[in-house]
């Protein structure tokens, strides 16, 4: 690739980022729900890196320590699907309200701060890059391997309090850096 074609490239990925980076402002100046701005947000992420195939966002649960997943933006042969996982409201005090959560919410809430990569984030605050899954003792397994190799996960911070995560998966190794 020449210099002149990795410039055009590189102008074409930072007018995208730029793209994303506008809709997402626009989704936040409107008035909608949480579930509304997170799958907004998993879904341009996808749309920025191509090569990634899930976006996640999971939700710090201070009190229990634990992440939950509230958004998930996924590529299948194309088409992309986003889903919301499960609704989460703002206490008076501005804090997640995880108190209605069902029973199998909260037992499939695996993770834990500390524990997985995600865990790992939130209580480091500092994005990590898993760039082979497959063995990485950092990675707690919760389905299938058989797409998932590369993930970078960084924190959703507000000044120094941690909200949560934004993990990004790939479907080959060494694919973030």
Same mark, same amino acid.
């Given at each position: 690739?020449?210099?002149?074609?990795?410039?055009?490239?590189?102008?074409?990925?930072?007018?995208?980022?730029?793209?994303?980076?506008?809709?997402?402002?626009?989704?936040?100046?409107?008035?909608?729900?949480?579930?509304?701005?997170?799958?907004?947000?998993?879904?341009?992420?996808?749309?920025?890196?191509?090569?990634?195939?899930?976006?996640?966002?999971?939700?710090?649960?201070?009190?229990?320590?634990?992440?939950?997943?509230?958004?998930?933006?996924?590529?299948?042969? @194309?088409?992309? *699907?986003?889903?919301?996982? #499960?609704? !989460?409201?703002?206490?008076?005090?501005? %804090?997640?309200?995880? /108190?209605? +959560?069902?029973?199998?919410?909260?037992?499939?809430?695996?993770?834990?701060?500390?524990?997985?990569?995600?865990?790992?984030?939130?209580?480091?605050?500092?994005?990590?890059?898993?760039?082979?899954?497959?063995?990485?003792?950092?990675?707690?397994?919760? @389905?299938?391997? *058989?797409?998932?190799?590369? #993930?970078? !996960?960084?924190?959703?911070?507000?000044? %120094?309090?941690?909200? /949560?995560? +934004?993990?990004?998966?790939?479907?080959?190794?060494?694919?973030?850096?």
């Amino acid at each position: 690739m020449t210099d002149q074609e990795r410039a055009s490239q590189d102008h074409r990925r930072a007018l995208q980022e730029s793209e994303a980076i506008a809709n997402i402002s626009r989704v936040l100046n409107q008035d909608l729900e949480l579930e509304v701005i997170f799958g907004h947000v998993v879904r341009e992420v996808i749309g920025i890196i191509k090569q990634a195939y899930r976006a996640v966002i999971h939700l710090y649960d201070e009190k229990n320590q634990r992440l939950h997943a509230v958004a998930l933006s996924e590529k299948f042969n @194309g088409e992309t *699907e986003t889903k919301t996982l #499960i609704h !989460v409201r703002v206490s008076p005090n501005n %804090e997640f309200d995880f /108190g209605g +959560l069902e029973e199998d919410d909260l037992r499939f809430a695996h993770l834990r701060a500390g524990h997985g990569v995600a865990g790992l984030v939130i209580d480091s605050g500092s994005s990590m890059i898993v760039e082979n899954a497959h063995g990485d003792k950092r990675f707690i397994q919760t @389905g299938s391997l *058989e797409r998932l190799y590369s #993930i970078v !996960v960084t924190p959703i911070v507000s000044g %120094e309090r941690r909200l /949560g995560t +934004l993990s990004v998966l790939g479907d080959r190794p060494k694919l973030f850096t």
